[in-house]
T-cell receptor, first 113, second 115 residues
Framework: KAGVTQTPRYLIKTRGQQVTLSCSPI?????VSWYQQTPGQGLQFLFE???????NKGNFPGRFSGRQFSNSRSEMNVSTLELGDSALYLC????????????FGSGTRLTVV | SQQGEEDPQALSIQEGENATMNCSYK?????LQWYRQNSGRGLVHLIL?????REKHSGRLRVTLDTSKKSSSLLITASRAADTASYFC???????????????FGSGTQLTVLP
């Protein structure tokens, strides 16, 4: 079966711009989570969506937002980009949450210049 | 914030040897999961152990969990060059009651298996 698909794979943006990243989960998975990975902070939780509802949000500023559609596809948006937002953004899907482990996508590498 | 701390940060071994990585965490958990990440790519789920389990096996992987010490270990037996990757533990802990869940990752162990 198809895995978790994240688009685009690479992105270069300028400070102050906004960006939208997309994630298509495994068919049938209703939980989608987003993580930010940087060399300094490691893997940090952004938010989780389940059946179009945000169930949990990490400790990130309001510039980071997300949503989930009825087909479980999810998007995250970062507005007013800062240099520190440069990171690998990972999406993970699961049937119902973290009881059974997550399947991760290959990530979107965002570089802010 | 990081829930788990992993030890060692880096490990270099010869092919065929066993590799052991340790993870410590701070709060009560529902389960603990191990993931592997090849350079700059997504994470691959390896194994999940629930809080009421003490040991679990999957192929060449063996995971133990000691909830009294809040620690876990991952053993990879008969390592191969293809096992070279970063390994992360992640804890699934209850949040505010209800169904809100998240994984909190450790800082990872970089394993290098030399041919």
């Amino acid at each position: 079966k198809a895995g978790v698909t994240q688009t685009p794979r690479y992105l270069i943006k300028t400070r102050g711009q906004q960006v939208t990243l997309s994630c298509s989960p495994i068919s049938g998975h209703r939980s989608v989570s987003w993580y930010q990975q940087t060399p300094g902070q490691g893997l940090q939780f952004l938010f989780e969506y389940f059946s179009e509802t945000q169930r949990n949000k990490g400790n990130f500023p309001g510039r980071f937002s997300g949503r989930q559609f009825s087909n479980s596809r999810s998007e995250m948006n970062v507005s007013t980009l800062e240099l520190g937002d440069s990171a690998l953004y990972l999406c993970a899907s699961s049937f119902s949450g973290s009881d059974y482990g997550y399947t991760f996508g290959s990530g979107t590498r965002l570089t802010v210049v | 914030s990081q829930q788990g701390e992993e030890d060692p940060q880096a490990l270099s071994i010869q092919e065929g040897e066993n590799a052991t990585m340790n993870c410590s965490y701070k709060t009560s958990i529902n389960n603990l999961q191990w993931y592997r990440q090849n350079s700059g790519r997504g994470l691959v789920h390896l194994i999940l152990i629930r809080s009421n389990e003490r040991e679990k096996h999957s192929g060449r992987l063996r995971v133990t969990l000691d909830t009294s010490k809040k620690s876990s270990s991952l053993l990879i037996t008969a390592s191969r060059a293809a096992d070279t990757a970063s390994y992360f533990c992640a804890t699934d802990a209850p949040l505010h009651g209800g169904s809100a869940r998240q994984l909190t990752f450790g800082s990872g162990t970089q394993l290098t298996v030399l041919p």
